[in-house]
């Protein structure tokens, strides 16, 4: 079953621009999907992109992250920009439908 490594992320400041990213062990599933996880929060589904490049995003950060992927790397990428502080999550790559493991995530701070 493929596995997923996520990284990148790291502190910004409001309005500032960061990136995560998402190594897969095998081939990418079809549709893969970033998602976020904030303090005392349910896991959320931010963005996700099909084999075609079709993506779709939740209304929150429409028009601020960019979500692509390399098949050739097997890579899932997120770019964020205008970010805000409600922004700050743990980040998350999975399939849809999700693969139960999941990775460690990559923590994305937004603070002045």
Do not use: H
């Amino acid at each position: 079953q493929v596995r997923f490594v996520e990284f990148g992320g790291g502190l910004a400041q409001p309005g500032g621009s960061l990136s995560v990213a998402c190594a897969a062990s095998g081939a990418l599933p079809d549709v893969m999907a970033w998602y976020r996880q904030a303090p005392g929060k349910q896991r959320e589904l931010v963005a996700s992109i099909g084999g075609s490049n079709t993506a779709t995003y939740t209304d929150s950060v429409k028009g601020r992250f960019t979500i692509s992927r390399d098949n050739a790397k097997a890579v899932v990428s997120l770019q964020m920009s205008n970010l805000k502080p409600i922004d700050t999550a743990v980040y998350y790559c999975n399939s849809i439908p999700l693969i139960p493991k999941w990775g460690r995530g990559a923590q994305v701070t937004v603070s002045s």
